[in-house]
């Protein structure tokens, strides 16, 4: 699976789009594209802790699926039959500790120039 590369919106339109992907982790039976997309950005944006653990998941679920010998590293306790079930669980967890912590507008942000 080739990574594309993703042009970075504004700050505020990549928290929202960042807290979109999560959601869509939770809603959805089909998480691959989100899950992509997540870890592209946590990629692109130096590996930010915030985002981190879906960098993770994405490479603990592609080496799981590889069988590859380090499988067990990204993420402990992933295993490949209940590992969409982790990635809905983890984003339910961030969505809960960073959607209003994280994702409240700034003085700064929404100031005018």
Do not use: H
């Amino acid at each position: 699976m080739g990574m594309a590369k993703i042009k970075m919106p504004l700050t505020s339109t990549l928290r929202c789009y960042i807290q979109s992907l999560v959601i869509e982790l939770t809603e959805s039976d089909a998480i691959d594209q989100a899950l992509t997309s997540l870890s592209i950005i946590t990629q692109e944006n130096s590996y930010p802790e915030y985002i981190r653990n879906f960098w993770l998941l994405y490479w603990a679920k592609i080496s799981w699926k590889q069988d590859a010998e380090n499988k067990k590293f990204y993420f402990e306790g992933f295993i490949t039959k209940k590992g969409d079930q982790i990635i809905k669980n983890e984003a339910i967890k961030w969505l809960k500790t960073y959607s209003k912590k994280y994702f409240e507008p700034s003085i700064i942000e929404t100031k005018i120039r």
